[in-house]
């Protein structure tokens, strides 16, 4: 009986391991099965998120100065208006952003502490003595514009427009607008100072303001608005008309080639990164077309172009010479659509601007050369051109610098200013050695310039990891990272190029490296 028993207990327990192992078995797939659905592809990951209502695009409340200061200090908002740190960046960052759908969020996880690792780097990079040289006190013509110690009655306009605040600025700056500090910061030799305490203000208002104003710029080959704020900022706005992803078309030309907002948005972060600090700052919005800029605009030009797709999307598409025909328009997702908004300089009244023919610059047209000023012409894919000085960012790759602006009151001795940089970005898979004419021909770069470069190529500050942190700052870095992988990759290796450049200059010539940090010491004054 002992026996028998013995047996049924052993049995019993054999066939409830077995029951146990197999039920772990089944669930063991089931629980690992995704529940949401397939990864969707990414443009509808953007369509989604696009439709999901932006926090970030509705009106702010009035500025309060209690808030502004704490943003003056390194800190931004997030797009719930919570004041975000460097440091909350960083955590965020590296939680894997935690409020992306799930699709982004795995895709994500890796960059996510790319990101988190560069946002250091960016930081360290910052740091670094060649970031913080002294640099001397800023002589009084050396300032683009002065305010103007009391303003006349009769001069002061005591109507208010409508949808815009009442101005009560003096000649304290703490009265003025992130807009008008910015423009009163102009000077010389770089459009903002280094570790600009206004840089966080400019460009949360420019992505969460109000608009109130919303009209078409004239000139130039694309569609672009210039928009206005309730305090009487304006920004130039363009809109996103390719994924991230795409390639500029190889057989359009240059000036054939669409707009990108988001190389507007990058040229500003990697133009900082350089630490030229040339180029105005510039930041993503998600703009809702309907609200923000048909309900707005008295622009008969923009608003008769509206229009509704066969999908349900808002479009519109302006007048211009390029791309502004309904083949070409530019939709809302139905209406929320990527934009950039740069800041808007002073305007040419108070601050005219010269422009410079660039000795470097391409033909505009498909059958003739452009007519070389001193510099050799070669073949460019079938139709010569003149090599083009293009920028100083040879790694921008942007063959749109036909001309160059600089401020009138400066004369020849100023810094050049980096605008329209929507046509940069255009290709990572292909580099484009012309772009190097200048250097080539020239061999002759200052000594900053070349000390941070080489900085940039070390893998503790590697250029494509800080300008993927940098970016991770703008608002529309929540739709999608606003350069692809391939383009950071494409600048780590255009950094190498430049530099290898110069190596060979080095070899050649004798008088290569211009330095300039020796009249930097002579200038600088024991206490600057
Ligand atoms: N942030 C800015 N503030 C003030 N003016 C600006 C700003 N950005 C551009 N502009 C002015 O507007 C003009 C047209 O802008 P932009 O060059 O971006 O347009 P575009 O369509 O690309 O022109 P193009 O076809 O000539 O390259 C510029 O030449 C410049 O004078
Ligand atoms: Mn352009």
Same mark, same amino acid.
């Given at each position: ?9 052993? !049995? ?18 089931? +629980?690992? @099965? ?25 009106? !702010? ?109 003096? !000649? ?51 569609? #672009? ?16 008309? @390719? ?14 080639? *669409? ?46 172009? *509206? ?57 505009? $047209? ?17 139709? $010569? ?16 610098? +036909? ?6 009151? *400066? ?13 940069? *970005? ?30 940039? %190529? ?11 942190? $940098? ?12 350069? $692809? ?21 080095? #070899? ?10 020796? %009249? ?9």
């Amino acid at each position: 009986m002992r026996s028998r028993s013995r047996t049924i207990c052993l !049995s019993l327990a054999f066939i409830t391991v077995f029951l146990y192992l197999l039920l772990a078995l089944v669930s063991l797939p089931i +629980h690992h @099965q995704p529940c949401d659905p397939p990864l969707p592809p990414r443009t509808h990951v953007l369509r989604d998120l696009a439709r999901a209502d932006h926090a970030s695009v509705g009106p !702010s409340g009035p500025t309060d100065p209690a808030h502004r200061d704490s943003s003056s200090k390194g800190a931004n908002k997030d797009a719930k208006g919570r004041v975000r740190t460097l440091s909350d960046g960083l955590s965020s960052a590296s939680q894997g952003k935690m409020n992306m759908p799930g699709g982004v969020r795995r895709h994500g996880t890796d960059r996510a502490e790319s990101v988190a690792s560069g946002l250091s780097k960016l930081e360290a990079l910052f740091d670094h003595p060649l970031y913080n040289m002294p640099s001397p006190p800023i002589p009084e013509e050396d300032w683009l514009l002065k305010v103007k110690p009391k303003i006349k009655a009769s001069e002061k306009s005591s109507q208010i427009k409508e949808g815009y605040e009442d101005v009560r600025w003096n !000649s304290s700056s703490t009265s003025h607008p992130p807009w008008l500090r910015f423009h009163l910061g102009i000077s010389r030799w770089q459009l903002y100072p280094r570790r600009d305490p206004n840089m966080d203000p400019l460009t949360e208002q420019l992505a969460t303001q109000r608009i109130v104003s919303a009209v078409q710029k004239s000139g130039g080959t694309q569609l #672009k608005l210039v928009m206005s704020f309730p305090n009487y900022g304006q920004a130039m706005f363009k809109p996103m008309k @390719q994924e991230r992803d795409e390639e500029t078309n190889y057989n359009l030309y240059y000036f054939s080639d *669409f707009e990108r907002h988001n190389a507007e948005i990058a040229a500003f972060h990697l133009d900082r990164i350089l630490g030229y600090r040339r180029i105005p700052p510039a930041v993503g919005r998600l703009v809702d077309v309907v609200e923000e800029i048909k309900r707005v605009t008295t622009d008969r030009k923009v608003a008769r172009t *509206f229009f509704t797709s066969p999908v349900g999307n808002v479009c519109f598409y302006g007048q211009c010479s390029y791309y502004c025909s309904t083949e070409h328009a530019v939709c809302g997702r139905p209406r929320k659509l990527e934009a950039s908004l740069a800041v808007m300089l002073p305007d040419l009244s108070l601050a005219s601007r010269r422009s410079w023919r660039s000795p470097w610059r391409r033909s505009y $047209s498909r059958s003739k050369l452009a007519k070389s000023v001193g510099v050799s012409v070669f073949s460019y894919r079938g139709t $010569s051109v003149s090599q083009n000085l293009q920028k100083k960012h040879p790694n921008v790759c942007n063959m749109d610098r +036909h001309h160059y602006e600089t401020f009138e009151k *400066f004369g020849n001795n100023t810094f050049l200013l980096h605008l329209d940089n929507g046509r940069a *970005f255009g290709r990572h898979s292909k580099d484009e050695p012309s772009i190097l004419a200048p250097l080539e021909q020239c061999c002759r770069i200052r000594r900053t310039t070349w000390l941070r470069l080489r900085l940039l %190529s070390l893998p503790q500050f590697r250029l494509s990891d800080v300008m993927r942190a $940098s970016l991770s700052h703008d608002p529309l870095h929540s739709v999608a990272p606003l350069l $692809s992988e391939p383009h950071l990759a494409a600048l780590d290796r255009r950094l190498k190029t430049v530099l290898e450049t110069v190596s060979r200059c080095e #070899k050649r010539d004798d008088d290569v490296i211009f330095d300039d940090m020796a %009249s930097l010491k002579d200038t600088v004054t024991p206490a600057g």
